[in-house]
């Protein structure tokens, strides 16, 4: 199987004091990029995260994004800072002395000054938040992979149309070209009849003529060349796996000996051909540049 790098996959799950939702999507990319957007006190995970993606993906744009709600209470405490409490009222109670001043200060005033009392998170048991990370991560990778296998079966059925329909253009070429040949012979024949009327032809004269026009117009390796990158083709498309530069390395290969059956070519017919090749291979190459 093939497998495209456009994807999209979600997955939610949730206990009774927690719930996490990962999303992920995916663009082209050359290689494995990953960007990750999650809460900070997730932050530790990142790199346990990008190693389970690994497992799942090879190339693409992934975007990543994880929410993380916590439905308890418990995890966060309120802490009393003593020793700063007793120094704060030691110095109000210095300048209640040094300017004659009654200490007013009550509990609830001194509670609001500046870390006093602060909020702080108990210990997370990392372990267990791992654990309900981990599943929405592979679930949501689980099926952000079946939609790039979805989307790569449709990539790999129109690319083998496509390939079929190079074939007939190579066969269509490789019939037509020695009929080019036979008619520059008897094009040049009759010309030559014609300048020189009545005298004889020269065969050997017009036989090397013949023979450096075909050499020009030769196009056969090239045809069996392209015929081949087809077949290879459509072979590792049908084999499947991580295969996107393999067979953009061979696209451009196939466009190469296009483009040469097209600059050799003295016949319209061949031409029109070439052409239709070439806008299929540049086709053929774009699809590519979506499989994984």
């Not at 050799?264 to 291979?281: F, Q, V």
């Amino acid at each position: 199987m093939i497998k495209s790098m456009t994807g999209f996959g979600r997955c939610e799950v949730q206990e009774a004091e927690r719930k996490i939702t990962v999303e992920m999507k995916s663009v082209n990319h050359r290689y494995l990029d990953v960007t990750i957007k999650m809460p900070k006190k997730l932050n530790f995970f990142e790199a346990a995260i990008r190693s389970e993606l690994k497992n799942y993906i090879q190339r693409g744009k992934v975007d990543l994004f994880i929410t993380y709600e916590d439905f308890t209470e418990i995890n966060v405490c309120v802490k009393y800072n003593k020793e700063l409490a007793a120094e704060y009222m030691t110095y109000l109670n210095q300048m209640a002395e040094d300017f004659s001043l009654d200490n007013d200060v009550r509990v609830s005033t001194l509670s609001r000054y500046p870390e006093i009392l602060t909020m702080e998170e108990q210990n997370i048991d990392e372990e267990k938040l791992w654990q309900l990370l981990d599943k929405a991560l592979k679930g949501a990778a689980e099926g952000f992979v079946e939609t790039r296998i979805k989307e790569g079966e449709h990539l790999r059925d129109d690319l083998l149309a496509k390939l079929d329909g190079m074939l007939s253009h190579v066969d269509f070429i490789t019939e037509r070209s020695p009929q080019i040949i036979a008619e520059y012979k008897q094009k040049l024949e009759d010309k030559v009849k014609e300048l020189l009327e009545d005298t004889k032809v020269d065969e050997n004269r017009l036989l090397m003529e013949v023979t450096i026009f075909a050499d020009r117009v030769c196009v056969d390796e090239e045809l069996v060349r392209l015929r081949s990158h087809i077949e290879t083709t459509k072979e590792t498309l049908l084999q499947g796996g991580s295969i996107g530069r393999k067979l953009d390395f061979i696209a451009q290969e196939m466009n190469r000996e296009a483009n040469t059956i097209l600059s050799k070519s003295n016949d319209l017919e061949i031409s029109n051909r070439a052409i239709e090749l070439k806008t299929e291979i540049e086709k053929v190459r774009e699809q590519i540049q979506n499989i994984e």
